[in-house]
């Protein structure tokens, strides 16, 4: 009897490792592409900022607005948030598979 409840519990301890394998690459993944592709804001004059959509972060958007060409900036608080949900999302997948 005892060696039947260790294969189960080696059965479960695998199946718990390649799910987390998954979750730990898609998550990975899609971070990396959160980096590479990051949200971009520009500004225009007393402050005002406005989304400026996703680029790749080596070649960042360049507004031409009426006169000047203004260049985007990478916007970090939307970014973190980005990555923060990936991760929390991530997190609660892995702990529903677990059951």
């Known amino acids: 009897m005892n060696g039947e409840n260790e294969g189960i519990t080696e059965k479960s301890m695998e199946a718990t490792l390649t ?10 993944t899609l971070v990396c592409l959160m980096l590479l592709f990051p949200p971009f804001v ?5 402050g005002q900022r406005f989304f400026r959509g996703y680029g ?9 607005e009426h006169y000047a060409p203004l260049s985007a900036t990478v916007d970090v608080g939307l970014l973190a948030t980005q990555v923060a949900a990936v991760t929390i999302v991530a997190l609660l997948v892995w702990l529903s598979s677990r059951r």
Not at 42 to 46: L, M, T
Request: cysteine-free; overall charge neutral; glycine content about 8%.
């Open 56 to 64: 790749l972060l080596f070649s960042p958007p360049v507004v031409s």
């Open 19 to 28: 799910m987390l394998t998954i979750v730990l690459r898609a998550t990975a």
């Open 42 to 46: 520009g500004e225009v004059g007393a």
